[in-house]
């Protein structure tokens, strides 16, 4: 992951956030956006599990090229 995109990750509450291993559950969650372009690329927006918050305010942006090439474009808060 490119350390700019982290900003928010370090900002995140009193002292920064801790990342956790995602879980499969993300893609399901009602806060998951996905969509697939007619071009056969996608976009995606999921939220992002810290080991304090199941899900957290935090967000990952991501697009998926047709070749199957997958680009993290950014990482928010919602």
């Known amino acids: ?3 700019d995109l982290l900003t928010w990750v370090r900002q ?4 920064g956030a801790q990342l956790v291993v995602q879980p499969e559950d993300i893609w399901a ?3 998951t956006d996905y969509a697939e372009r007619p071009d056969g690329t ?3 927006s999921i ?3 810290t080991i304090t918050e199941s899900p957290s305010d935090l967000s990952a942006e991501f697009e998926i090229a047709a070749d199957g090439r997958v680009e ?5 808060v919602l």
């Open 1 to 3: 992951m490119r350390p």
């Open 12 to 15: 995140y509450g009193e002292s």
């Open 29 to 31: 969650h009602r806060w």
């Open 42 to 44: 996608a976009y995606g």
């Open 47 to 49: 939220p992002i599990w």
């Open 72 to 76: 993290l474009t950014n990482v928010h």
